[in-house]
């Protein structure tokens, strides 16, 4: 999430397999479109005990533009988060000068709590991300405009 050079195939070869399979702090999904994958989502560092995880993902250089898939991988997650598992809060992190993640999650609804100061260290230098959150009850009461704009459009 926090890279801005090229990641070697070797790199990616070996990550990529570690996704396969859910955990009791994991899960891993691909997202399709028409059966072709155009992305990937998870949700990592579960706790059930304090009913939270994080949610990080990625759309396929290839997938389409403008279309709702981010929209959609998030949604989706969070239907995963709060539904399946019964989770209470999701946490994302976003670089600061990421202004389309950032202005999606606000959308979504997503609460901005944090400034991580020099959270990442890219090829220019240090970058500070944002830390976002969503509680289960800010969900339920946004849930269905954003599922059933994600069904008007066609992508789920």
């Known amino acids: 999430m926090y890279r801005d050079d090229p990641i070697p195939e070797d790199e990616h070869a070996k990550w990529f397999p570690s996704?396969?399979?859910d955990t009791n702090?994991?899960?891993y999904r691909i997202a399709e479109l028409d059966s072709v994958p155009v992305g990937w989502m998870g949700l990592t560092r579960i706790e059930s005990r304090h009913r939270s995880?994080?949610?990080g993902g990625y759309l396929s250089p290839d997938a389409p533009k403008g279309v709702g898939l981010g929209k959609a991988l998030v949604?989706?997650?969070l239907e995963m988060a709060f539904e399946d598992l019964r989770l209470n809060r999701v946490v994302v992190e976003v670089l600061v000068g990421n202004t389309r993640a950032l202005g999606l999650y606000e959308s979504l609804g997503?609460?901005?709590e944090s400034r991580l100061r020099q959270r990442a260290w890219l090829s220019s230098g240090p970058?500070?991300?944002f830390g976002l959150s969503m509680l289960a009850g800010e969900w339920n009461s946004l849930r269905q405009i954003h599922l059933e704009?994600?069904?008007v459009s066609g992508v789920i």
């Open 53 to 55: 995880c994080e949610w």
């Open 149 to 151: 704009s994600l069904r």
């Open 110 to 112: 997503f609460v901005r």
């Open 127 to 129: 970058q500070d991300a």
């Open 75 to 77: 949604c989706l997650s």
């Open 19 to 21: 996704t396969e399979f």
């Open 25 to 27: 702090n994991s899960r």
